[in-house]
């Protein structure tokens, strides 16, 4: 009944920018705390930036000053621009949320939904 859908991702040269989008679908209600998230090859899955409902926002130190995490709450969107990314920004995205949405019975529940991942690419 919600979704969560990544676009965006690409191969591109070091030093080069991506923009990630991911919308979600369904009945909304509310969109909580959302995020990105990345796993690389043979890693596991880590953090890149969350993004709380009032627009406080957290980076891992690999990616500050180089990602932007914003959200768009009519658009029922999250975003993360990329700038200057490196060969180890290679991994597949996702995104992350806390959603609130309303059942076939009209009943408000919760979920914490993730997106089918979006891969990101970059060369040297």
């Known amino acids: 009944q919600v979704q969560l859908v990544e676009s965006g991702g690409g191969l591109v040269q070091a030093g080069g920018s991506l923009r990630l989008s991911c919308v979600a679908s369904?009945?909304?209600?509310?969109?909580?705390?959302s995020g990105w998230y990345r796993q690389a090859p043979g890693k596991q899955r880590e953090l890149v930036a969350t993004i709380t409902s009032g627009g406080d926002t957290h980076y891992a130190d690999s990616v500050k000053g180089r990602f932007t995490i914003s959200r768009d709450d009519a658009r029922a969107s999250v975003y993360l621009q990329m700038n200057n990314l490196k060969p180890d920004d290679t991994a597949v995205y996702y995104c992350?949320?806390?959603?609130?949405?309303?059942?076939?019975?009209?009943?408000?529940?919760?979920?914490?939904?993730w997106g089918q991942g979006t891969v990101v690419t970059v060369s040297s």
């Open positions: 369904g009945r909304i209600f509310s969109i909580n705390d």
């Open positions: 992350n949320a806390e959603v609130y949405y309303h059942d076939y019975r009209e009943i408000l529940n919760a979920l914490d939904a």
